[in-house]
């Protein structure tokens, strides 16, 4: 049963046509010839969160007694205390500054692709999907 549902799923997610991808190929070539990329930098905005100490401290004391007794009299005892301390800290967004790459025709090229493939695949299949 189960089997079923997976050949359901690989058959669905097929759907495009070998004529279609291939269509597909042809007119990204034909872009990329015809548009090429043309890349300049700029700048992006980023955020980062970072731990900061707020100045404050988180501070707890603990005791530990030691004494021997012997025949229900203490002969020895000693009591120490320590104090441990944790800086109190608080999480901020910091705002970057990025710089990137980015191709200026890329929105472009893909319409025109989109373009192309619709064109050819309504000429030789008389559909958008190149279907036969």
Do not use: H, M, P, V
């Given at each position: 049963m189960i089997y079923r549902y997976i050949f359901l799923?690989?058959?669905?997610?097929?759907?495009?046509?070998?004529?279609?991808?291939?269509?597909?190929?042809a007119c990204e070539t034909a872009?990329?010839?015809?548009?090429p990329p043309k890349y300049?930098?700029?700048t992006y905005t980023y955020y980062e969160t970072k731990e900061v100490p707020t100045g404050e401290f988180n501070c707890s004391t603990s005791s530990?007694?030691?004494?021997?007794?012997?025949?229900g009299s203490t002969i020895y005892g000693r009591e120490t205390a320590s104090t441990n301390c944790k800086p109190v800290t608080k999480q901020i967004r910091e705002e970057k500054l990025g710089i990137?790459?980015?191709?200026?025709?890329?929105?472009?090229?893909?319409q025109e692709i989109e373009k192309c493939i619709v064109e050819?695949?309504?000429e030789r299949y008389r559909n958008k999907d190149c279907d036969n």
């Open positions: 799923l690989i058959l669905i997610s097929s759907c495009a046509s070998k004529e279609y991808y291939q269509t597909k190929k872009a990329f010839q015809s548009i300049e930098q700029g530990d007694a030691n004494y021997s007794y012997y025949g990137t790459s980015y191709d200026i025709y890329k929105d472009y090229r893909e050819i695949c309504n």
